[in-house]
């Protein structure tokens, strides 16, 4: 496991003009010393957190020594979204949560590569929420990166998922369980009916109460209940439903067009959240005028969680972009 290590942001000023001073920023390094390799930056999840590679590493079977993602290769770097709560430390921002942006977070992320003199990537990658920052990161820097490659989610939040975001909070606020109880709603996002009918085939052991699919949602809601705090949940979840890049832009396409890097869009065909449909219309828009935007799917009954799931499918996928890793690929501050 890389150790956790802080960098301190003195002057964040957020979107709507909020000045935040001191915020720590977490982060871990994966494979070689920054400046002696190409360098992949990866964007966790809601409840996520910058332990990507190693032992506990939740996308280990990915980022490692001989993996896809090589770290004989590649200097991997994972940040903490401020107020995840990952160090044990949660920021007085996270009181005031529905002051952020996804926007502010990737700017964030972009002053932390500033401050380990990281001026380019060989990629960025994240999935759900870290995949929409991603895109945020770009649209802020569209000439840093050489490879975007946003799975699971989309360049901006649909109404589907702004509603959802909205009965999230709701929940957050309202339930006497609130992290249990709006992580029970969640995951019936996050797979399908085909997915839950083929797990539990509606059983009800003998003498039991409940069936195996109740028993199986109580267990995901007590277990993000025991190691993940109400507020860092509440702002998670609200950054959600602020990713947008073509906010301030005449369009979509007129933001996109600026971003040089090769575009990787990665969806599932089963999602239910960030619908494959939406990214096929990106792309296909996309492909109108650029030639380095390319889609890719995967096939699984999982549904939203496929990203966590299909490792083989989605090593496939990547596995030609991280094949290029012997060209002359970053370039570090002096």
Do not use: C
Not at 51 to 57: D, K, P, T, Y
Not at 97 to 115: M, S
Not at 137 to 161: C, F, G, R, S, Y
Not at 206 to 232: C, D, M, P, V, Y
């Amino acid at each position: 496991m890389g150790k956790l290590k802080k960098i301190i942001i003195s002057d964040w000023i957020t979107e709507n003009g909020k000045s935040h001073q001191n915020v720590p920023l977490f982060w871990q390094k994966f494979g070689p010393e920054i400046g002696t390799a190409p360098i992949v930056l990866v964007n966790h999840a809601l409840t996520g957190n910058s332990n990507v590679a190693g032992e506990n590493g939740w996308w280990n079977a990915l980022i490692g020594k001989n993996k896809t993602i090589d770290t004989n290769d590649f200097t991997v770097i994972a940040f903490n979204i401020p107020g995840n709560g990952f160090n044990g430390e949660y920021e007085n921002l996270i009181h005031n949560y529905k002051d952020f942006t996804a926007k502010d977070i990737a700017q964030i992320f972009w002053q932390g590569l500033i401050a380990l003199k990281i001026e380019n990537l060989f990629a960025i990658i994240g999935g759900s929420l870290g995949g929409g920052i991603a895109w945020e990161m770009a649209a802020l820097h569209p000439t840093k990166i050489e490879n975007l490659i946003p799975v699971a989610t989309d360049w901006k939040a649909t109404d589907w998922v702004i509603a959802n975001v909205w009965i999230q909070d709701q929940i957050l606020n309202n339930s006497d369980n609130p992290i249990s109880d709006a992580r029970i709603h969640a995951m019936l996002l996050y797979r399908t009916p085909q997915s839950l009918g083929l797990k539990f085939n509606r059983e009800k052991p003998a003498g039991e109460i409940r069936f195996l699919i109740e028993t199986w949602l109580l267990h995901h809601g007590e277990k993000l209940q025991n190691r993940f705090r109400l507020a860092s949940y509440k702002l998670m979840n609200h950054l959600l439903k602020t990713v947008d890049i073509s906010k301030n832009y005449q369009s979509f396409e007129a933001v996109a067009n600026e971003i040089q890097a090769n575009i990787h869009v990665i969806a599932v065909d089963s999602d239910l959240f960030f619908i494959p449909q939406e990214n096929r219309e990106t792309v296909s828009s996309l492909q109108q005028t650029k030639s380095n935007i390319f889609y890719h799917e995967i096939k699984s009954i999982h549904g939203h969680d496929a990203f966590l799931i299909e490792f083989e499918q989605l090593s496939k996928i990547i596995q030609p972009i991280f094949n290029t890793q012997k060209q002359p690929s970053y370039v570090t501050q002096n």
